[in-house]
């Protein structure tokens, strides 16, 4: 079975059959999502970093930790102690999450681990020329009122994809109370890696087996430009279509 992704819907939003569109989410939407909902994560694509001890640090690792926006001079120190954190937030971009596929069948009961409203189910035959379809869809969609601050157009931006399958980790979030030099600079570079905080979630969503697919606009250079919150529903080309239905077992 070639590894590839499912996705569980209500059926009136199944590809697979009758629906012909398709909406894509975003960071800031799950972020805010109602908590009562299974799929509401509030950390979506952030990572914080926690100081447990009282530190003085040097300005060059003092900017590592801050981030390249902060400026500090080599002479001077940032004082930190217990309950100071930073954290480090992708900016909000379109997402399409799914299902790793591991098994050749599924049940409406696995279709309610996400939703109990969902009772149907369709699988991405060709991811590649899923996200190249997807694209398609969002690009002729591309308007300035779908940023929040900057308003580009399609000139000036290019549009980015990254999908992978999600690591969940035991402790999504770091802690520093060592004053080691080289341990600081390797827990600032986890932290600031962030592509991959886009595809980090907690151990207890395991079950999800996700899948996810980013699509960031960027400027012209490679800055993510962040889009408003709201999900984004775009037109899908069905003239050679990479994805099937997949009928639930009871």
């Known amino acids: 079975m070639t590894k590839t992704l499912v996705k569980f819907c209500e059926?009136?939003?199944?590809?697979?059959?009758?629906?012909?569109?398709?909406?894509?989410?975003?960071?800031?939407?799950y972020r805010e999502l109602d908590p009562g909902f299974i799929i509401s994560d509030p950390d979506e694509a952030i990572r914080r970093l926690a100081f447990k001890n009282d530190l003085s640090l040097p300005g060059d690792l003092a900017e590592q930790i801050l981030g390249p926006n902060v400026s500090m001079a080599k002479d001077k120190k940032l004082n930190v102690g217990p309950g100071f954190t930073v954290q480090n937030v992708f900016p909000n971009c379109y997402i399409f999450c799914a299902t790793i596929q591991d098994q050749d069948?599924?049940?409406?009961?696995?279709?309610q681990l996400y939703d109990e409203k969902y009772n149907s189910c369709y699988r991405v035959t060709n991811v590649d020329e899923f996200i190249n379809n997807i694209?398609?869809?969002?690009?002729?969609?591309?308007?300035?009122?779908?940023?929040?601050?900057?308003?580009?157009?399609?000139f000036n931006c290019k549009l980015f994809t990254i999908w992978r399958k999600v690591t969940y980790l035991d402790q999504k979030h770091?802690?520093?109370?060592?004053?080691?030099?080289?341990?600081?600079?390797?827990?600032?570079?986890?932290?600031?890696?962030?592509?991959?905080?886009?595809?980090?979630?907690?151990?207890?969503?395991?079950?999800q087996k996700e899948g996810r697919i980013?699509?960031?606009?960027?400027?012209?250079?490679?800055?993510?430009?962040?889009?408003?919150?709201?999900?984004?529903?775009?037109?899908?080309?069905?003239s050679n279509p990479c994805w099937e239905n997949i009928s639930l077992l009871d």
């Open 174 to 207: 770091l802690e520093i109370s060592s004053d080691s030099r080289r341990e600081i600079e390797e827990i600032c570079r986890d932290l600031n890696d962030s592509k991959r905080n886009i595809f980090l979630k907690d151990k207890k969503d395991e079950y």
């Open 214 to 238: 980013a699509f960031v606009f960027l400027d012209d250079k490679d800055k993510p430009i962040p889009v408003k919150k709201d999900p984004l529903i775009i037109d899908l080309d069905f």
């Open 135 to 154: 694209k398609s869809g969002l690009l002729k969609k591309f308007n300035s009122d779908l940023f929040t601050k900057e308003k580009p157009d399609k």
């Open 105 to 111: 069948s599924y049940t409406k009961r696995d279709a």
């Open 11 to 29: 059926e009136d939003f199944n590809i697979g059959l009758e629906c012909k569109t398709l909406q894509l989410g975003t960071f800031d939407y």
